[in-house]
């Protein structure tokens, strides 16, 4: 065995600062991922109904041009300037220039450096938890993937079948050697979050003719019951109204925020799933032991 992976396995230190750093590099990443997978799904569907409806049509074509999580380079909007890499280090950069481009002095947003710090804290944290095997290393994955999905969630009411079902089937793979739950209990967990809602959705919109939510949060709740197994979907369910209880007032609070606005279930569905996966058993405990006494 590499001498890394015995520093690893015998050093829970090690492996939670190992985690922290790869974790923050991998929120760079996601920043990426956050703004340019929604774009590039766009960009697909332009194409795809172009091709469809209008073949003949070559003067109006949507652009074509390489548009992925790699290229075009990273630059400022404002004045075009290419990232270069020392000012790409994660959080640090941020800092260095005062949170603003090195060129043009515009501001860069501060939630970048938060993406990065949040993915970094919470993956460490799950590492921590789990220590260092199969159960810690796919926490940190678990948690790469929600954070992303959260931040396009909450910037375009879209959870992508890119980031869902990776999930789901790696909640699925991962059960065939029983990392957090068993293979049944994965199968009937995927099976059981995804129509849970897919009823709700449809119940609430036969009753008002209105849409409740997107098909994105079934796929994430079967994600979570791959993960977790079906004796955690009645907590998720509860965490994250709780989740969105609580986050959906302050929003509704600030100044400005039309009351009438569409709220995405997906970032609360991720938070309670994440909190589920560390603690769902205790917390299950700790609630029977007040309704049984």
């Known amino acids: 065995m590499p001498e890394i992976f015995v520093l690893l396995a015998e050093s829970p230190a090690f492996f939670v600062i190992f985690v922290f750093v790869v974790s923050l590099m991998i929120g760079s990443f996601l920043n990426v991922v956050i703004h340019r997978l929604p774009i590039m799904m766009e960009r697909s569907w332009k194409r795809e109904y172009h ?14 041009t390489t548009y992925n999580l790699v290229k075009p380079d990273s630059t400022c909007p404002k004045c075009g300037h290419q990232i270069r890499a020392w000012e790409n280090i994660p959080v640090i950069s941020w800092l260095a220039l005062g949170g603003k481009c090195s060129a043009c002095k515009t501001p ?47 910037d375009k009411m879209l959870l992508p079948d890119q980031l869902t079902l990776p999930l789901l ?27 849970s ?28 019951g791959a993960w977790m197994g079906w004796q955690h979907l009645a907590l998720i369910i509860l965490l994250s109204s709780v989740v969105g209880a609580v986050l959906g007032i302050l929003m509704l609070s600030m100044k400005g925020k039309d009351k ?34």
């Open 108 to 154: 860069i947003s501060a939630r970048y450096p938060a993406v990065e710090l949040l993915t970094a804290l919470l993956s460490a944290w799950a590492a921590w938890h789990f220590g260092f095997g199969w159960q810690g290393i796919t926490a940190a994955l678990f948690t790469w993937l929600l954070v992303s999905m959260t931040f396009i969630d909450l």
């Open 51 to 64: 091709a469809y409806f209008h073949p003949d049509d070559t003067a109006n074509a949507p652009d074509d």
């Open 197 to 224: 809602l897919w009823s709700v959705y449809w119940a609430f919109k036969l009753l008002t003719g209105k849409e409740g939510m997107g098909y994105g949060d079934f796929k994430l709740l079967a994600a979570l």
């Open 169 to 195: 089937w790696i909640g699925l793979l991962l059960s065939l050697n029983h990392t957090f739950v068993t293979p049944q209990d994965a199968i009937i967990g995927a099976a059981a979050g995804y129509l």
């Open 260 to 293: 009438r606005q569409p709220i995405p279930f997906g970032p609360y569905l991720a938070i309670a799933g994440w909190i589920a996966l560390l603690y769902g058993q205790p917390i299950a405990d700790w609630y029977w032991g007040l309704m049984l006494p």
